[in-house]
């Protein structure tokens, strides 16, 4: 029955039930890509949309497959088309961009009809995926974390919070200075990785008694938008 789909769709006359077999396992395919992401993130929290991506992309891979087949241009055409498509996103988390291409693989596999390679490739991955956060397997000690701190314009902040950061954090680094409210203030954005044992309430304490009391923020990236369970 496989040999039969690739050679209708390498031929370029599948019929129905080829081209429903095909979306089917697609459909079936992202959505187990889906639940092993939702369950490898359910500590750090995941983006609702990005979860119903994984399930439309094998999809929509296998039927642009299906439809280009062994036509070359059709296939030009179908290039053509999506030049002038302009996809505008934050960069997002390496992890994230790796499912992504897992889903165009897999959509890749199952449009030219290697039905079962595309269900062991996703199968292998999915467990390799749930291995590696059981295990924790390359994880660090302690988070990474975005510090911003504002401060007045007529406050020297060079080396000011450097004691803090090192009683408070494993390693820290100033990643960006920026200016705000006409100048009035500056914003200074850190990379830090806090130590397990310490506070986090006594870090922003002692932080604030050197800016003025001005804002603190603490937060992972993109945490704002994600989900947990």
Do not use: Q
Request: hydrophobic residues 45%; charged residues 20%; glycine residues 6%.
């Amino acid at each position: 029955m496989l040999e039969s789909l690739m050679t209708s769709i390498n031929t370029g006359t599948f019929t129905l039930s080829n081209i429903l077999i095909v979306i089917g396992t697609s459909i079936i395919l992202g959505l187990a890509i889906c639940l092993t992401y939702i369950k490898t993130h359910k500590k750090e929290g995941y983006v609702p949309s990005f979860t119903i991506t994984l399930i439309m992309l094998p999809v929509i891979i296998s039927i642009i497959i299906l439809l280009v087949g062994n036509n070359v241009a059709r296939a030009f055409s179908l290039a053509g088309a999506f030049s002038i498509i302009r996809f505008r996103s934050a960069p997002g988390d390496p992890k994230d961009i790796s499912y992504i291409f897992f889903t165009l693989a897999v959509g890749l596999a199952s449009g030219m009809g290697f039905i079962g390679y595309a269900v062991l490739f996703t199968i292998i991955l999915c467990l390799v995926m749930i291995i590696i956060d059981i295990t924790k397997f390359a994880s660090p000690k302690s988070k990474s974390l975005e510090l911003k701190i504002t401060v007045p314009e007529n406050l020297n902040y060079e080396g000011v919070f450097e004691d803090i950061l090192e009683k408070y954090t494993v390693n820290w680094n100033l990643a960006r200075v920026r200016t705000r409210d006409f100048g009035s203030l500056f914003e200074l954005s850190y990379r830090v990785s806090m130590k397990p044992e310490e506070n986090t309430k006594k870090f922003i304490d002692e932080l604030r008694c050197r800016n003025g009391n001005l804002n603190i923020i603490l937060t992972s990236d993109g945490l704002e938008e994600r989900v947990y369970n």
